[in-house]
């Protein structure tokens, strides 16, 4: 069977789905893109969302064999630490990891004990490297532009994208993040079509395009290449990278790009407590 069973779980602040992944077959799962819930105006953290997501693998009586982050997400923190601290496997994000650490490192000041070469986490994906879900077989691809770390993870006829693209009514993701670029992104995307067109695509994101009463997040390339509004099959790279260039100018920050950057790109864990005992994130001013 090369059929993954796939459960999303979709938060209404972030508009983010994290997913469970799992084998029928063996029961072995994977986590991908968990969320720690997070009150910035209290800095407050707790940890609803996955004890939601826990709950449904203890449930179900699922192994997890993997917790996977398919980028550094900006938009929320990473529930990655805790779901391993409560279900065990392996976590893991792709080998580009160190350059968003070192370009975040930098903007954050962190001294040397920040390491910038991936090691908080206990697996790098390399770029077409494959492993096993229980039985069915699994792929990493490396997709960069939305940022330098973005991997697709394609177990079976499923492929978590990420933010690398969206509903077909909503687009593709914006490339003016520090490391992000247009025309990477729809290399990337066209790496995606060359998949087939009947494999399920799960987002990372989605936001309800104007006109559409529900929240979706299941996809099929085939969808993607034939009706994406930016990025459908026919669609030049000029024409893209146009398009997202000058869109991307008209997008704010992400509200919670400066606390969700700072814990994910430390594969979750917070910054270490200063003197008094307190854990403190840092706000660089005008810096992005």
């Known amino acids: 069977m090369n059929t993954p ?15 469970v992944v799992w084998d029928p077959a063996t029961e072995k799962a994977a986590v991908i893109d968990a969320l720690l819930d997070f009150d910035q105006a209290s800095g407050r953290t707790k940890t609803d969302s996955a004890d939601r997501l826990i709950a449904f693998v203890r449930e179900k009586g699922l192994e997890v064999e993997w917790v996977i982050d398919t980028h550094v997400h900006a938009d929320h923190l990473t529930a990655t630490p805790y779901v391993r601290e409560q279900l065990g496997g392996q976590t893991g994000i792709g080998e580009h990891i160190a350059t968003v650490q070192k370009v975040f490192g930098e903007i954050f000041n962190e001294g040397q004990a920040f390491h910038t070469d991936g090691s908080q986490f206990d697996h790098l994906f390399k770029d077409g490297e494959t492993y096993r879900l229980g039985s069915i077989e699994a792929k990493a691809i490396h997709t960069p532009g939305h940022t330098p770390a973005c991997m697709s993870h394609v177990i079976g006829d499923a492929v978590f994208v990420g933010d690398t693209i969206f509903m077909p009514d909503f687009g593709t993701a914006r490339c003016d ?9 729809y290399d990337s995307i066209q790496k995606l079509f060359a998949l087939p067109d009947e494999t399920r695509i799960f987002l990372c994101h989605d936001y309800k395009a104007p006109g559409r009463d529900d929240y979706v997040w299941e996809t099929t390339i085939g969808e993607e290449k034939h009706s994406n509004k930016h990025v459908k099959q026919g669609t030049s790279r000029e024409d893209f990278v146009k398009m997202r260039t000058e869109r991307d100018a ?3 920050m992400p509200k919670l ?26 706000l660089p001013i005008n810096a992005l």
Do not use: H, W
Request: hydrophobic residues 35%.
């Open 5 to 19: 069973t796939v459960q999303g779980f979709f938060d209404d602040t972030t508009n983010t789905i994290s997913y």
């Open 250 to 252: 008209t997008l704010s």
């Open 177 to 185: 993040f520090p490391g992000g670029d247009a025309g990477t992104l």
């Open 257 to 282: 790009i400066l606390p969700s950057v700072q814990i994910n790109m430390r594969a979750g864990e917070m910054p270490p407590a200063e003197p008094n005992g307190k854990i403190y994130m840092k």
